[in-house]
Every structure is written in C-alpha cells, then in structure tokens.
C-alpha cells in the first residue's frame, strides 16, 4: 500500500497537491483508500455554514457549480481527488480509474496526471 500527502503544490496557482510519501516503481497501482460514503456532498449554503478553518474550506473540497464534496476525513481520500495537470505526467489511470505510475516516483515528488487524459 502507498500512502500519500497532501501539501502546497510545485505547480504555481495550483494549491493544494499530492506527494508521493515513499518511493513508487514504474507500473505500480496506487491504493486508492476512497470510498463513496467517504465523501461529504454539499450544496453551497450548507459549505458556506460549516464551522470548519478557512484552510479547509479553501483547500480540500472539490467545486461544482451547483454543490461540492468534502472528505469526511482528510486521512482517508482518493488519490485522483488533488492531482494537478501536467503535460508530463507520472501516473496515468485505466478505464476504471484506477492510477498507476508511468515511471518510477520518488518519495517526496508531486504526483501528477494529464488533464486531457480523464
């Protein structure tokens, strides 16, 4: 199982990113530790009311133009949920979502996927 991080971005503009906490070899499917209850789904009313940091509000949920999802926990989150876009990516995924890496990562390196791909 790999485990993952979430922090400041390389990419600028980018917020918030996800880093590799241990080395990943080429090939490797990374353990996705998301499941659908997982996830919080709000409409904007019910986000702008939560009693929970500015950092969380502005970093951790995913935006739609009518409601958006939070984690539940930020320990427990998909992968696929912080990845930022590159045009030379270190993981690509298959049909079913499920990522793997394209080459070998190193511990501390930003995970990345082309946007074009998804």
């Known amino acids: 199982m790999q485990f993952f991080r979430l922090k400041p971005s390389t990419i600028e503009g980018a917020g918030v990113g996800v880093f590799a906490a241990a080395n990943i070899p080429k090939g490797a499917v990374l353990t996705d530790l998301f499941a659908e209850d997982d996830v919080r789904r709000l409409t904007w009313e019910e986000f702008a009311a939560l009693d ?14 009518t409601e958006c999802f939070l984690p539940k926990c930020l320990n427990r989150m998909s992968v696929g949920w912080y990845l930022n876009d590159s045009e030379d ?3 690509a995924h298959d ?3 499920v990522y793997f890496a394209l080459r070998d990562i190193v511990a501390g390196e930003e995970l ?3 946007y074009d791909d998804l």
């Open 112 to 114: 990345l996927i082309r």
């Open 52 to 65: 929970v940091p500015a950092e969380i509000k502005e970093n951790f949920v995913t935006r739609y133009e």
């Open 95 to 97: 049909a079913n979502y």
């Open 89 to 91: 990516p270190n993981l």
